[in-house]
């Protein structure tokens, strides 16, 4: 029992403190160091920085589509499994989802290279968990109203789609200022999974019909598969002697599944006050070889119940009918278990945008024009405005999912920044985010929020999400 309120409880934390990955409010935001995480190839105008370990970044948001906690659990005198069959179960389809992610910084820096300052290198060790799951129409139809009344309904085996995972990322990267107007950039990741499951790609159906040797015939076609590392050694934590912060130090630090991607980014100017921007992210897999359990459930059977035919029967009173029958389903379906080692896509991400700088133009903090021409650098002309607008992507198992969003960002000298957005996605199309950048001397303050209209009740929200990070920034011109 304790097992299963382990992963429960993991479970519904991770549900409940993720969404879908988009960090409109942070990208591009070139006051905060982290978001180079979110397009290696940004414009760098920093000597150094170091991220406060743990505090650096911390991320948590949480999500779902179609309906809110209040629409089940509000006092409003409607009785709950009224509620379940209105907004659930008549309400939702197998597009409609929970999904999120968690991310916390623990360690992050940066610096300037000293033999060629137009390049600036990155490193850091962030831990990142996310779930999905979508709804499962047909099969919650199935459990809530059982099969009686749906002769000749096929209920689709595929609505159950579900994934998670939780890991170390380790990274390195590369940004170079290869001309006035075109910076690039790159980041290698070294993937160190903890824990991850994926149920994915299911197939197949249960079906009621009208049976021709008893009132009805039950037929099953299933090609259906659970896919999982690090649980068991998880379950068993206080068996194995063991403390969850001990399995997360070796599985997080290369003692578990291992893996490794690329980011990649770019930035250009079309002139002194127009840029475009882009980012792919996470183009890599992580392949499961440690602690690796398999479920499976394939073949096909039709079931007319137990059927006693006379005077066949009475030669043989004491046949365990029912047990024969649970073999016969057992050997068409078979259930199996294995430790096949699986390689997992991790979810890739796209981000774009377009941005128009205006307004008064003052000196930036850094001079450093890393011996370039700085009267042709547009770097060098720091505009106090900027609007514009920002794309952004996700790989989801049923399919891409996409948002979109204007943004207005106002600097007050060089101490306070101030980024506000509308985002427009499947989960809302009234999302407005806040960010705010502060700098005290060395000292970098940031915190941001998306679909801040929502806090005053987030039971009656379908998503919120919360950042903020504390660094330490070098200014200073490597001249």
């Not at 960090?23 to 995480?37: G, T």
């Not at 991220?51 to 179609?66: I, M």
């Not at 939780?166 to 910076?183: D, E, K």
């Not at 043989?316 to 997992?344: C, H, K, M, Q, R």
Request: charged share 15%; net charge negative.
């Amino acid at each position: 029992m304790k097992r299963w309120g382990l992963i429960f409880m993991a479970t519904l934390f991770g549900l409940i403190l993720a969404r879908g990955q988009n960090k409109e409010v942070l990208y591009d935001f070139l006051e905060i160091p982290q978001s180079l995480l979110l397009n290696p190839g940004r414009e760098m105008s920093y000597e150094w920085f170091a991220g406060v370990p743990f505090v650096s970044g911390v991320y948590v948001s949480g999500a779902s589509s179609g309906i809110v906690v209040n629409d089940l659990f509000a006092d409003d005198g409607i009785d709950i499994n009224q509620k379940v069959r209105e907004r659930a179960l008549n309400n939702l389809s197998k597009r409609d989802e929970v999904n999120g992610i968690f991310q916390i910084d623990i360690l992050s820096g940066g610096f300037r290279g000293r033999n060629n300052p137009r390049n600036f290198y990155s490193f850091g060790l962030y831990a990142e968990g996310y779930a999905i799951n979508y709804w499962p129409e047909d099969l919650a139809f199935l459990g809530f109203d059982g099969n009686a009344d749906q002769i000749g309904r096929r209920f689709d085996l595929n609505h159950l789609n579900a994934s998670g995972q939780m890991l170390n990322v380790f990274h390195f990267g590369v940004n170079r200022q290869m001309n006035n107007n075109f910076t690039l950039g790159g980041r290698l990741k070294l993937y160190s999974a903890i824990v991850d499951f994926n149920s994915t790609n299911n197939s197949g159906y249960f079906l009621t019909d009208v049976g021709q040797n008893n009132l009805l015939v039950n037929t099953l076609d299933a090609n259906m598969r659970l896919r999982s590392s690090g649980f068991n050694q998880l379950f068993n934590v206080d068996e194995n002697g063991s403390s969850l912060t001990n399995l997360y130090t070796q599985r997080g630090f290369f003692g578990g599944d291992i893996g490794l991607g690329i980011d990649v980014g770019v930035t250009y100017h079309l002139n002194k006050q127009m840029l475009i921007t882009g980012s792919l992210l996470d183009l890599g897999m992580i392949y499961h070889t440690t602690d690796v359990i398999n479920y499976s459930l394939q073949g096909a059977a039709s079931v007319e119940g137990i059927e006693v035919i006379l005077p066949d029967a009475l030669s043989d009173p004491g046949a365990d009918l029912w047990e024969d029958l649970v073999d016969s389903i057992e050997e068409l379906i078979p259930f199996e278990e294995t430790d096949d080692n699986y390689v997992t896509l991790r979810p890739i991400k796209l981000y774009s945008s377009f941005r128009y700088n205006f307004g008064k133009q003052t000196k930036p903090r850094q001079t450093c024009d890393c011996e370039l021409n700085p009267d042709a650098n547009p770097r060098n002309l720091n505009y106090l405005n900027s609007a514009g607008i920002q794309i952004f992507a996700i790989n989801r198992p049923r399919g891409p999912q996409a948002a979109i969003t204007a943004f207005y960002q106002r600097r007050f000298g060089n101490v306070l920044a101030l980024k506000t957005t509308y985002t427009v996605d499947k989960f809302s199309a009234s999302n407005i985010g806040l960010g705010l950048s502060l700098q005290a001397g060395p000292v970098n303050f940031y915190i941001m929020g998306s679909n801040i209209l929502s806090y005053g009740n987030l039971a009656d929200s379908n998503f919120a999400s919360f950042q903020l990070g504390l660094n330490i920034i070098s200014w200073t011109p490597n001249l």
